[in-house]
């Protein structure tokens, strides 16, 4: 574990609890991703853990997204850098042989709903304050396919054009509707159903379980993993353009000016 990320495993079950704990929002910037992509790492390459539940110890939010500051005045080096750290994760998670459960105990936009759809399944508390979904159009900016993909593969073809389109976000009952998360529970039992429900994974013979989670999984892994520069490259430029810094910058105040 680091200071970011607390890792739990227990030896009798092989169940691994990772919080991430990055505040105020778990907002993922470079250091941050590569953090938990070096835990996830170890964690597979660990033969006691069978399967990891990810969650948030910050108060009210699993993650906040991508950190913006990442995207915003920085330069293309940088943006290159981040970017390969984003795709990094992703592909440790939509390709992780082990179980991952989402235990989505606050809100979830982008990036954190990115994290969360990469789970085998999802567990969302059951508070309406908190919202899950792909929102990058609100912020002027374009989930990439394999963003896309991810979604499209967990909701379907017209609700990911739906969604994707016009950025929503769900409450926990209408993320479950649409099969965004697959249950609904009060807050305090999110990570005990997770658990239970982890228990229920560890019962399919392991071997058969992981090749079809890889069947399920792989052309769209295999599609970044065959244009990972091009996909880095195309991040540049598009988060260069002074028509998007201008949205990103927009946004940023209209974070900061919602507080007071
Ligand atoms: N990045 C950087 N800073 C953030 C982010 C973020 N994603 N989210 C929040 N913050 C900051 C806020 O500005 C605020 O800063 P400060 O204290 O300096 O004013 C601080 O964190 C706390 O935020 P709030 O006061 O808003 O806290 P709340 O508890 O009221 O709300 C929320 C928390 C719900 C997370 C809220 O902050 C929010 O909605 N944040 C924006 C989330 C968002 O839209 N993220 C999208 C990021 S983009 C992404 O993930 C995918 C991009 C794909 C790339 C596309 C290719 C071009």
């Known amino acids: 574990s680091s200071s970011k990320i607390n890792v739990e495993l227990d030896s009798s079950t092989g169940i691994a609890v990772m919080r991430f704990q990055n505040p105020l929002v778990n907002s993922l910037n470079l250091d941050f991703l590569t953090e938990i992509c070096i835990s ?3 964690l597979e390459l660990d033969k006691s853990c069978r399967g990891v539940i990810l969650t948030s110890a910050q108060p009210k939010i699993f993650s906040a997204g991508l950190d913006i500051l990442e995207m915003y005045g920085k330069n293309p080096e940088h943006y290159a850098a981040f970017w390969k750290s984003v795709q990094e994760i992703w592909l ?3 390709g992780y042989s ?11 936009p982008a990036g954190g709903c990115l994290i969360a759809l990469t789970a085998d399944y999802r567990i ?3 508070n309406p304050r908190y919202t899950i979904g792909l929102n990058e159009t609100q912020l002027g900016i374009v989930a990439p396919f394999w963003f896309k993909d991810t979604m499209l593969n967990t909701v379907g073809h017209r609700t990911a ?5 016009f950025g929503l976000m769900y409450t926990p009952s209408d993320a479950l509707k649409i099969n965004l998360v697959d249950l609904v529970v009060p807050e305090e039992q999110v990570l005990s159903t997770a658990t239970e429900t982890m228990t229920k994974f560890l019962a399919i013979p392991g071997h058969a379980r992981e090749i079809s989670k890889s069947m399920m999984r792989k052309p769209v892994v295999d599609r970044l993993l065959s244009c990972r520069d091009a996909d880095i490259k195309n991040f ?13 910058g927009q ?9 007071s």
């Open 40 to 42: 996830l790492e170890k």
């Open 251 to 259: 946004y940023l105040s209209m974070l900061k000016q919602k507080k």
């Open 92 to 94: 440790k998670l939509y």
């Open 236 to 248: 540049v430029s598009f988060i260069s353009k002074d028509s998007i810094q201008k949205s990103l």
């Open 161 to 165: 054009e739906l969604s994707l389109q």
């Open 98 to 108: 082990k179980i991952t459960i989402a235990a989505i105990n606050g809100s979830s």
């Open 124 to 126: 969302m508390a059951d």
